[in-house]
């Protein structure tokens, strides 16, 4: 049997796992089951997510995933995959992904998660379309561990068709009177019981029962997120207990004038033009440099460089450690320049 160090050992930088079964969620989506080729078990926890890496035209692309299959189940890893119009990765792996392919992983990060020993007894989830993937994890790892905690878990889609995990959430719902569904659907088709239209202030307080031991998990696009922190802090809940998971890559502010700072990267010999409001990573990207950018959101720690010369301004800082932050350590896709800038990849 595989021990907990085992399953921090085995994961190597890129290690290469395998997809052993894939399976049709809705028209747009599709879970890929994965497996370690040895067999090995994973560790990680609900709600955090994996980073992949698509070879697309002789070009790694990384992007991160959250897993949507319960820790309790380590044999296998899965994560769930939505179309994105125009989207590179996400449609390649719906377009090429299969049972039987190797694909390359980082080891699961993220904080976005529960921890065994810090589960609240009240929990309220909150997702739209593909951001339910990190709540399936949350719930099927709480009900099958027995967990002694009241889920409410509010989820929004445009219809019946567009409900990633409807059936295996309904027939959940129905199984386990801890686990409260409400379903809103903007274009209902009448196949599922739901509320009509979006979610708002007035259904909220109506559907979630005031507890102060209540802690909420939101994930969707930023609109729905703001209004729902909104809402959850006028009913009284404290900030702290309102955690939120962002899909959507950090987007460089557009520069203020054409001020231009000279980007050096010395152990590759490479100096280029970085302007002021670009992020550090899409230009070490577009000069080919070997930096991998997961999440591009501040939160997997992938694309972590030191900055030996000049100053940086910074949106996050989230897996770094103190000392790495004392050391002049940033994330890439969360720093623009202030100067011009020196600096070391990894
Ligand atoms: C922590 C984390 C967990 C994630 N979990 C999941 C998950 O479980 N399932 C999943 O399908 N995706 C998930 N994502 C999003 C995923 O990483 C990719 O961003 C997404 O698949 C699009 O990548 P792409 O290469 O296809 O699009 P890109 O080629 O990178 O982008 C194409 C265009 O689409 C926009 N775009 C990018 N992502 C999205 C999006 N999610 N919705 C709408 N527009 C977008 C971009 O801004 C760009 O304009 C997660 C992201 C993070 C940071
Ligand atoms: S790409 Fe994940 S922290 Fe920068």
């Given amino acids: 049997m595989n021990t907990i160090a085992e399953h921090h050992l085995f994961w190597q930088d890129e290690s290469p796992l395998v997809c052993v079964e894939r399976i049709e969620e809705t028209r747009d989506a599709a879970t890929f089951v994965l497996a370690e080729p040895a067999g090995r078990f994973f560790h990680f926890l609900p709600g955090q997510f994996v980073s992949v890496g698509a070879a697309i035209d002789g070009k790694t692309h990384w992007r991160a995933y959250s897993i949507s299959s319960s820790p309790a189940r380590p044999e296998t890893l899965s994560i769930t995959v939505k179309r994105v119009a125009g989207g590179l990765v996400s449609n390649?792996?719906?377009?090429?992904?299969?049972?039987?392919?190797?694909i390359p992983a980082l080891a699961p990060a993220g904080e976005f998660a529960l921890r065994p020993g810090d589960v609240p007894s009240s929990l309220a989830l909150f997702s739209a379309g593909c951001g339910v993937t990190p709540m399936m994890s949350m719930t099927r790892w709480l009900l099958e561990t027995r967990a002694a905690t009241d889920i409410h878990f509010f989820h929004s889609a445009r219809s019946e068709d567009d409900f990633i995990f409807a059936d295996e959430l309904l027939t959940l719902a129905q199984q386990h009177v801890n686990l409260k569904l409400h379903l809103f659907l903007t274009r209902p088709l009448g196949r599922i019981a739901?509320?009509?239209?979006?979610?708002?202030?007035?259904?909220?307080?109506?559907?979630?029962?005031?507890?102060e031991d209540t802690r909420a998990y939101l994930c969707g696009q930023d609109a729905y997120m703001d209004a729902v922190s909104e809402w959850l802090r006028a009913s009284g809940m404290a900030d702290d207990a309102i955690r939120r998971?962002?899909?959507?890559?950090?987007?460089?502010?557009?520069?203020?004038?054409d001020e231009r700072f000279n980007l050096h990267v010395p152990a590759f010999g490479r100096s280029s033009e970085i302007a002021a409001g670009e992020l550090l990573l899409d230009v070490l990207e577009r000069e080919g440099l070997p930096i991998i950018g997961a999440c591009r959101t501040g939160i997997c720690g992938s694309c972590k460089c030191k900055i030996v010369e000049g100053e940086v301004a910074t949106t996050s800082a989230a897996p770094l450690s103190p000392e790495d932050v004392s050391a002049g350590y940033v994330l890439a896709c969360s720093a623009?320049?202030?100067s011009d800038l020196a600096l070391h990849i990894g």
């Fill in 92 to 102: 390649w792996l719906l377009d090429n992904l299969h049972a039987g392919c190797a």
């Fill in 194 to 211: 739901c509320h009509r239209g979006r979610l708002d202030a007035t259904r909220l307080q109506a559907l979630l029962p005031e507890r």
């Fill in 245 to 257: 998971e962002n899909f959507l890559p950090v987007r460089a502010a557009t520069p203020a004038g």
């Fill in 336 to 338: 623009t320049a202030r």
